[in-house]
């Protein structure tokens, strides 16, 4: 079954630090997308990042990175220099190349916060 | 270019009223969907459309109907409501093909008294 595990369900980080958010999946399909959503307090869901599973390279967008190590089944978010405004819940989550239905599947989300 | 309008924002209803949540996307995406989110759930997977005509069930489908007669419209409806189904409500639609993003609505904070 398709799964994304999210196993950090708060964190804190001083302003200026980088952060890791940890992100395991679970798929049998070769081909699959890999994606992180911001959600601050407001509630919208603002997309950061997406790495395909096909992709050598890590994923980077401005302060944001993905780490992907594909053999471990993880896709880690990297934020690096903190700032206020990214204290947020942060979900990471997958969808299914091979299935071709555009479905996406979320973790259950990590809450962090900014220290400033 | 307006991406994806869900409407209401907010909704308090009574057990056992029906209900329709409007979701709405000018991108020409085949895939629409529909999630509902707890506190410490995260997302979850509720009704599904990959094109007018098609729908298919996610993770938690029960109490919740869908059709999708356009390419634009994914409206959800809640035939007979209850407290359990007292969630915020996030309608999101992609292209299919290729690994692109999700774009979400604003969401829809619902109560059932």
């Known amino acids: 079954a398709q799964k994304i595990t999210q196993t950090q369900p708060g964190m804190f980080v001083q302003e200026k630090e980088a952060v890791t958010l940890d992100c395991t999946y679970d798929t049998s399909d070769q081909s699959y997308g890999l994606f992180w959503y911001k959600q601050p307090s407001s509630g919208e869901m603002i997309f950061l990042i997406y790495q395909g599973s096909y992709d050598e390279q890590n994923a980077t967008e401005g302060r944001y990175s993905l780490n992907f190590q594909k053999a471990r089944k993880s896709a880690n978010l990297v934020i690096s220099a903190s700032q206020l405004g990214d204290s947020a819940m942060y979900f990471c989550?997958?969808?299914?190349?091979?299935?071709?239905?555009?479905?996406?599947?979320f973790g259950q989300g990590t809450t962090l916060q900014v220290k400033p | 270019n307006a991406g994806v309008t869900q409407t209401p924002k907010f909704q308090v209803l009574k057990t056992g009223q029906s209900m329709t949540l409007q979701c709405a996307q000018d991108?020409?995406?085949?895939?629409m969907s529909w999630y509902r989110q707890d506190p410490g759930m995260g997302l979850r997977l509720i009704h599904y459309?990959?094109?007018?005509?098609?729908?298919d069930q996610g993770e938690v489908p029960n109490g919740y109907n869908v059709s999708r007669s356009t390419t634009e419209d994914f409206p959800l409806r809640l035939l007979s409501a209850a407290p359990s189904q007292t969630s915020v409500y996030f309608c999101?639609?992609?292209?299919?093909?290729?690994?692109?993003?999700?774009?979400f609505g604003q969401g829809t904070r619902l109560t059932v008294v």
């Open positions: 999101a639609s992609r292209r299919v093909s290729g690994n692109t993003e999700a774009f």
């Open positions: 459309s990959v094109g007018a005509g098609i729908t």
């Open positions: 989550a997958m969808s299914l190349g091979s299935s071709n239905t555009g479905k996406l599947i």
């Open positions: 991108m020409n995406h085949e895939y």
